[in-house]
């Protein structure tokens, strides 16, 4: 049996590993392949599948984690097999940066409001060459002594209902559905446990083709019901640690390879 990790950031995003390094650390991991989801971007995907390529036997998706809203609730539609090289494609991501950009640059405005002196630049040190996220400020402030973890930034600084909290544009799930179908994708909800379950059963309805069934944030006891609706709607099942760096006291993401699914789940998306 060959197994895949289908939920993988890169330093494209907010992981800490680069591509190549990802590949390595599958393999060492002991995974058969893995897809890179970044987040809004896919900057990181030609990278991995070049390196990828010359390891015997080794599967490199390439995908992206859109992250939507539907109703204020936030949600993250996965698509795997897209064009990433579509000019049309990467303009929406392009437009998705900037407003990365931009909310960043408000919440560092908001934080230092309130006593906390973090710059862009810092920020941008740390995001490197990938899209600045709220992880990218999280990291500043525990490196200058104003949190203890990133976790605990985000819950007194970052999330919604905290001071610094800014929200930020998002397309719709159902645009982001659309939009993986348009340049060649197969659209996935990511860790549905974080979302309710009548917006999952809006996606079924709006046309998205797999749930993310394993996942760290999903409870076990709800596997049975993700499979149920799987079966019932002939969707793909797929799964993933949500890998962004390897074990650290404040990461709720799992380890790589610690969600694992086997390749034949998604052979049909590998034709």
Do not use: W
Request: with cysteine.
């Amino acid at each position: 049996m060959k197994y895949i990790d289908m939920h993988i950031h890169t330093t494209a995003s907010d992981g800490v590993l680069t591509p190549k390094e990802v590949v390595d650390y599958a393999i060492a991991r002991e995974l058969n392949g893995i897809a890179i989801t970044d987040h809004d971007t896919v900057d990181g995907i030609e990278e991995a599948i070049t390196y990828g390529s010359s390891k015997e036997d080794f599967i490199v998706i390439p995908g992206i984690e859109l992250s939507t809203d539907y109703l204020g609730e936030e949600v993250h539609i996965l698509g795997y097999m897209i064009d990433y090289k579509n000019q049309e494609f990467l303009k929406l991501l392009d437009i998705l940066k900037n407003e990365r950009t931009h909310r960043a640059e408000k919440i560092i405005e908001k934080l230092n409001d309130i006593g906390l002196e973090i710059t862009f630049k810092e920020v941008k040190d740390v995001a490197g060459e990938g899209n600045i996220g709220r992880p990218h400020i999280a990291k500043v402030m525990v490196s200058k002594g104003y949190i203890e973890s990133v976790k605990q930034a985000f819950d007194k600084y970052l999330n919604k209902g905290c001071p610094a909290f800014v929200p930020r544009y998002k397309i719709t799930p159902f645009e982001a559905i659309n939009e993986i179908k348009k340049y060649g994708g197969f659209s996935v909800v990511a860790h549905p446990g974080l979302i309710t379950n009548e917006t999952l059963k809006r996606l079924i309805n709006e046309g998205i083709e797999g749930i993310e069934v394993f996942h760290p944030d999903n409870s076990v006891d709800k596997y049975d019901y993700y499979l149920n609706l799987t079966e019932k709607h002939n969707l793909f099942i797929t799964g993933g640690s949500d890998f962004h760096h390897p074990p650290m006291t404040d990461n709720h993401h799992g380890d790589m390879g610690a969600i694992r699914v086997p390749t034949t789940y998604i052979e049909k998306m590998l034709v």
